[in-house]
């Protein structure tokens, strides 16, 4: 394990799961299988390891750690980019358990450093958008013409969101804007809030 909590991968060949994954000693991966409570056989080589722990991650990213993961997956800019290049591993030392499990990678080449997630893991949590209730149901008026006014609706949960998706965003950028948020929630949810809005819940 190194001085960051996390393995990381030397100059990378692939950037599927299963190769980012094959980039690991077989140590490790049985590792991320015990973290993971997945029993792998030690005798098993390393190409079914691997094998076996990639369709546990997926798994696991529709299940288990899809609200997680989505809501990290979600801070992204572009959620077709995969791969982040880095100026110091500090920036994603937030996202240590994840990357200690499998889901997202972190690696190391001759330009510097890179945060990567698999594109495996980014179709498995969208394929479980929608199977669980939103994290802020019915927050909002779905009318315009008939919604409260901000400090007439119950914005708990709602600021809840917005400050796990901020901690992440500063976690990897090292900083986030209103307009990053505005940018996220109205992707996410339905019921629109302005960047106005957006900065008025966080002051709050």
């Known amino acids: 394990m190194t001085d960051h909590a996390f393995e990381m991968i030397k100059n990378p ?3 599927s799961l299963e190769e980012l994954l094959n980039s ?3 140590s490790h991966l049985l590792d991320i299988g015990e973290s993971l409570a997945v029993r792998l056989p030690k005798s098993w080589k390393k190409g079914k390891l691997t094998e076996a722990l990639a369709d546990k991650i997926v798994e696991q990213a529709q299940t ?3 609200e997680v993961l989505e809501q990290v ?3 992204l800019p572009d959620k077709e980019q995969t791969v982040y290049q880095l100026d110091r591993l500090d920036s994603i030392k937030g996202l240590a ?3 200690r499990k499998g889901f997202f990678f972190a690696a190391e080449t001759d330009e510097g450093y890179l945060f990567i997630i698999p594109s495996e893991v980014v179709r498995a949590v969208d394929s479980a958008r929608g199977v669980e209730a939103p994290l802020v149901p019915e927050l909002l008026k779905t009318s315009e013409s008939d919604r409260e006014p901000l400090e007439n609706v119950n914005t708990h949960q709602a600021l809840n969101s917005l400050n796990k998706w901020k901690n992440q ?3 990897i950028y090292g900083s986030y804007t209103s307009e990053h948020l505005h940018s996220i929630w109205n992707r996410y949810y339905k019921e629109e809030l302005t960047i106005e809005e957006i900065e008025k819940l966080l002051s709050e």
Do not use: R, V
């Open 13 to 15: 060949e692939g950037l």
């Open 24 to 26: 690991y000693k077989k």
């Open 64 to 66: 288990i750690y899809n």
């Open 73 to 75: 997956i979600d801070t």
């Open 97 to 99: 358990p994840l990357i």
């Open 169 to 171: 965003l500063i976690s």
